[in-house]
């Protein structure tokens, strides 16, 4: 017998758990897994899946200004 074939695994617990449940909260928890795995899916997209993502009424030229004006410095320098 391998050691492995000794130990329990995590879906078998679950399930153990889980088996009682009626077959709506069932259907309910497998809607919830699902959502989690298509949420981890999308945060492996590559960069081109957020172009033109933002949208604003402000122009190019305002938003740099907005940035530019939120801008806070508090690097202070040393008299030598």
Do not use: Q
């Not at 449940?21 to 989690?36: G, M, R």
């Amino acid at each position: 017998m391998d050691a492995s074939d000794t130990r329990v695994k995590i879906p078998d617990i679950y399930f153990a758990f889980l088996e009682n449940l009626s077959k709506k909260d069932k259907l309910s928890l497998i809607e919830k897994l699902n959502d989690s795995i298509s949420i981890h899916e999308t945060k492996s997209k590559s960069i081109d899946y957020f172009y033109g993502i933002w949208e604003s009424d402000n122009s190019a030229e305002e938003l740099i200004k907005e940035i530019h004006s939120a801008r806070k410095f508090t690097r202070k320098y040393e008299e030598m």
